[in-house]
């Protein structure tokens, strides 16, 4: 009877400590890059004067040209790139030429399709999709 016990709370601190044990330390995640995502570190290591400079070395597929398709059997569509600076929209692709790389903190390419509901004033037009940048 007292092995069984015995038995039991072993395995329930072994149960326990592999619980807590994890994959994470409990200390917050350092920044992580990704094909949809300029980290700072990346920003602070790679030389340029403005955002438009940063995209085209670290993401230049995010300057792709807009698709071009056909809505209602002839009328041809080109699709924009709206960029966003601490949420506030500047306009198309150019605007990132007037954006110094100095201070920026991160940049991220949002699809067309989730666009729409993270980021205001979309509106209706055809997107290709957004680059958020933020400064704070």
């Not at 044990?21 to 403005?50: H, L």
Request: glycine fraction near 12%.
């Amino acid at each position: 009877m007292k092995f069984r016990w015995l038995l039991s709370i072993v395995a329930a601190a072994g149960l326990t400590s592999a619980c807590a044990s994890g994959t994470g330390t409990g200390a917050p995640k350092a920044e992580e890059s990704s094909r949809d995502r300029i980290t700072s570190v990346e920003i602070a290591s790679t030389p340029g004067t403005s955002a438009y400079d940063l995209v085209f070395k670290l993401r230049p597929h995010w300057l792709r040209a807009g698709a071009t398709g056909s809505i209602g059997g002839g009328t041809v569509t080109n699709q924009v790139t709206l960029v966003y600076l601490d949420g506030s929209r500047l306009g198309a692709l150019d605007a990132l030429r007037s954006i110094t790389a100095t201070g920026i903190k991160s940049m991220e390419w949002i699809q067309a399709s989730r666009a729409a509901v993270v980021l205001s004033d979309v509106g209706n037009d055809p997107i290709a999709g957004a680059i958020s940048i933020k400064t704070r």
